[in-house]
């Protein structure tokens, strides 16, 4: 494949690089979206192109994702990360959307629709959670090991970088492994892109050169790079027809104990 038709790259809300001669490397956020305009290209092609995805979600109004919230880290080096972020995106504001809502995390894997017809595609429901559960408990009782440091971007997102230093316990690529969608419809959006573990920043809002990407990254600050022991998952969700809104944390999970926790339930839950 070459680069994102432009279809894709108005449904995601922002462009790739303008030199790019590879496959753009979406971040979760954009994914679902990009898929959404190959199920309703032709209708948006003839009536006008369109904001609301509806071809996507079909009325749905929640799309949940299993993500790594940045609490989860210990205060002091939650504190420090969110802090380089927030800099970082400042120092990027003029070439970055203005509206971006959603909170700092990294993302494992994505989930499906909570609400809607159970029969509709890319539903997510107590099937999909019960295997995801059991797919958990089979993994190590233990936090992760992460190390936080470097900046880095995707070709439409720029992001701090994320690596594993787990001896023993579970890692970043293990979680994915478990719950990546084993359905057609959502291991699509899954198979865009390797798994790259990443805290996104904001979304690039032009076809900004590869060469002038590159610059600003590398004159973000230099980072020292922060340990951290993360004992816990969630799921959460955002609004399906809109982009860059906040998350909606569902449910922790707690990698030591294995169990799931509720805060905000589904109707099905």
Known sequence: MGRLSPGWLKLCGCLAFADSPAVPLLPHFLQ??????????????AAGASDDWSGWHLG???????????????????EAVRRACAQARQALAAALVPRYERQLHVTLA?????????????AYGAAELSRDLHALQDLPAAPLQLEFGGW??????????????SQGGPTLGMLHGALRPARPGLA???????????????????AWPRA???????????????????????LVSY?????????????????RGRRLQWRERPGWA
Do not use: K
Request: proline share 6%; glycine share 8%; charged share 15%.
């Open 32 to 45: 679902s979206h990009a898929i959404a305009s190959a199920n309703a290209s032709a209708s948006s092609s």
């Open 212 to 234: 002038q990407v590159l610059q600003w990254i590398s004159g973000l600050p230099v980072l020292e790079h922060w340990q951290a022991a993360v004992g816990e998952i969630a």
């Open 239 to 255: 609004a399906a027809d809109a982009l860059h809104g906040p998350l909606t944390c569902h449910a922790r999970y707690d990698l």
């Open 60 to 78: 749905r109004r929640r799309y949940a994702v299993w993500v790594l919230e940045l609490h989860a880290m210990g205060p002091g080096e939650g």
């Open 188 to 206: 699509l959006t899954e198979a865009l892109r390797p798994y790259v573990p990443h805290v996104t920043l904001g979304a690039w809002n032009a």
């Open 110 to 122: 994505t989930a499906g629709f909570l609400d809607g017809d159970a029969a509709l595609p890319d």
């Open 152 to 165: 880095s971007s995707f070709e439409m997102a720029p992001y701090l970088q994320v690596r594993d230093r």
